[in-house]
């Protein structure tokens, strides 16, 4: 009967699920190469709003705790008052706690990404599950979005697989009627995911399944996800601005170049004056991942006395793998209120 009921379960998934993404909150990009796994969540443009602080993200695996203590908001639009996307959240399983970026709180670490830490077990890199569940129970229908990935070696870990199978039970993961239930789970290839990498949700198709992700080399916290593996056509930066504008001694005082990376750079700023003499030269970054990039330069560290006007900023980059170097430039625009 168990069996006949997992199969009916399974046909209507297949014939139903494939839809647009349903109101209400997401699993969007999982990364698990890193020194501390992190998983982004997104709120949907069908849901105005959602306090996630009482939800647990996990792989269930160990002792879990909630997101926060008091109120995590996301949105299902962007709102330009935070200096954060409100749609998105990054959940970080860290055993070194730092302070949650909840409503009360703010952007504590100035890196416009919206920071939840929580002591749960991290992620394997073998076979695994995400679950943004209503507590740490897998076995009681609390699954609000659920996603599984494995190495594929042959054998699938049982406690993984029991869990798989309560997703699939109550109609968060699709059975695709393997006799391995590897074969059901996005395939992250017999090698341990990279840094950079991530698995990231590929559009606004649900299908319960691993055809909602791809493996991609950019790393994008806290922003859309870039599923398009050859973006960049070569090129090892992409400027995110052509232009900047800094308003010098009314901010905090770091100038902020942002860009994208395609690969993993060495990477070095240079500022000069309109008469061509450098102003500033920054430390060399070595090997940066693939993915958003922000270079900051204190204001203290330019040299001169009057610093208004325009100045060209030539960045030099370095492929980190093959040592291809490229240079780009941008101009600086530092105007005074008073």
């Known amino acids: 009967m168990k069996g006949l009921t997992r199969t009916l379960i399974s046909f209507i998934l297949a014939i139903s699920t ?9 699993l969007n990009e999982i990364s698990a190469g890193g020194s501390a796994d992190w998983i982004e969540l997104k709120l949907s443009p069908d849901t105005a709003s959602m306090d996630i602080s009482p939800l647990f993200v996990t792989m269930y695996y160990g002792s879990n705790e909630a997101l926060a203590v008091t109120p995590v908001t996301l949105y299902g639009e962007d709102k330009p ?15 070194s706690i730092s ?50 990935f494995s190495n594929r070696d042959g054998e699938i870990n049982k406690t993984i697989a029991s869990y798989i199978n309560y997703a699939i039970e109550y109609g968060a993961w699709n059975d695709c009627a393997s006799v391995n239930l590897q074969d059901c789970c996005c395939d992250i290839g017999s090698e341990k995911l990279q840094t950079w990498s991530t698995l990231s949700r590929t559009g606004s198709v649900d299908a319960g399944s691993m055809d909602d992700f791809i493996i991609t080399p950019y790393a994008t916290p806290g922003k859309e996800n870039i599923t398009d593996v050859s973006a960049g056509k070569g090129k090892l930066i992409k400027l995110l601005k052509n232009r900047i504008v800094h308003n010098y001694g009314c901010t905090d005082g770091n100038i902020e170049l942002p860009l994208f990376l395609y690969r993993s750079t060495s990477l070095r700023v ?49 492929d980190s793998e093959s040592g291809r170097a490229e240079s780009f430039r941008m101009i600086l625009i530092i105007v005074r209120d008073r």
């Not at 302070?99 to 416009?112: H, I, K, P, Q, V």
């Not at 002591?119 to 229908?141: M, R």
């Not at 004056?273 to 204001?299: K, R």
Request: hydrophobic residues 40%; contains cysteine; proline residues 5%.
């Open 18 to 26: 494939t839809s647009p993404l349903r109101g209400g909150l997401f």
């Open 99 to 148: 302070a949650d970026e909840t409503d009360a709180a703010g952007d504590l670490n100035n890196n416009r990404i919206r920071d939840i830490y929580c002591a749960n077990y991290g992620l394997w890199t073998t076979d695994c599950c995400v679950s943004i569940d209503t507590d740490d129970i897998p076995s009681n229908n609390g699954i609000i979005d659920f996603m599984a």
């Open 81 to 95: 008052e935070t200096p954060w996307d409100d749609r998105f959240a990054v959940i970080y399983f860290s055993e």
């Open 270 to 318: 240079r500022i000069f004056n309109s008469a061509g003499l450098n102003i500033y030269t920054g430390p060399l970054v070595t090997d940066a991942v693939p993915g958003y990039f922000t270079a900051v330069i204190s204001e203290r560290n330019l040299k001169g006395k009057v610093l208004t006007g325009l100045y060209p900023v030539s960045l030099e980059a370095v």
